[in-house]
Structures are given as structure tokens and as C-alpha cells.
Nanobody, 121 residues
Framework: QVHLVESGGGLVQPGGSLRLSCAAS????????MGWYGQAPGKQRELVAT???????LYADSVKGRFTISRDNAKNTVYLQMNSLKPEDTAVYYC???????????????WGQGTQVTVSS
């Protein structure tokens, strides 16, 4: 099993910044993509940003230029630097990892428990 633990959420004023972290632990053979997904109240979970093991990134249009995803492969940790936050960024942010537990296991998705980000004055 792979466990993901997020941290760094909270309440911030519009225009402010937050940094989310997500550490993966457990029986990890390899992790391909890691990423962040956001789920606003009453809405479906949506992609915010992903990063491959090689550092290739992908962002939702709504966060381009404001959010930066990064990763420390040695620590199996992914970060999301969130700048110029807007009220519409308010959501529960979930960490995702596509990981294998052994060399012969199929890659599967693992999810963290989520961390609340609230942008409000």
C-alpha cells in the first residue's frame, strides 16, 4: 500500500499564497505521476496540476501563471505553490500518485485524505 499525507492548507485572503505538501510512504517501488486535484463544494474533483517523475508538468488553465507544482523524487514528495489566490480557488485539494508497489505490479492511483484551502476576506 501507498499512503499519501497532505499538509499546508488553510484560510488565506485573496491575493495571498499557500504551499501544499504531500508525502508518499509505504511499499513504493516507483512513482510515475504525482499531482493535485481540487474539489469545490457541489462540484466534481478536477485536475489542478500534475508532474511526471522526469519533471514534465501540466496545469489547469485556471491556475497557469499562479500555481507551481514541484517534486522531490528522493523524498517521494510533491508540492504545490499557490500564489495570487482567488476565492474561486477555494476547494479541498487532494494529492494523487500513480505508483507501483513492486516491479511487476500494475501502476495504480492512490489518493490523500485532502486538505482544505479557503480563500476569503
Amino acid at each position: 500500500q501507498v499512503h499519501l499525507v497532505e499538509s499546508g492548507g488553510g484560510l488565506v485572503q485573496p491575493g495571498g499564497s499557500l504551499r501544499l505538501s504531500c508525502a508518499a510512504s509505504g511499499s513504493i517501488f516507483s512513482i510515475n505521476y504525482m499531482g493535485w486535484y481540487g474539489q469545490a463544494p457541489g462540484k466534481q474533483r478536477e485536475l489542478v496540476a500534475t508532474i511526471s517523475s522526469g519533471g514534465t508538468t501540466l496545469y489547469a488553465d485556471s491556475v497557469k501563471g499562479r500555481f507551481t507544482i514541484s517534486r522531490d523524487n528522493a523524498k517521494n514528495t510533491v508540492y504545490l505553490q499557490m500564489n495570487s489566490l482567488k476565492p474561486e480557488d477555494t476547494a479541498v485539494y487532494y494529492c494523487n500518485a500513480q505508483a507501483r508497489t513492486t516491479a511487476w505490479a500494475r501502476s495504480r492511483d492512490y489518493w490523500g485524505q485532502g486538505t482544505q484551502v479557503t480563500v476569503s476576506s
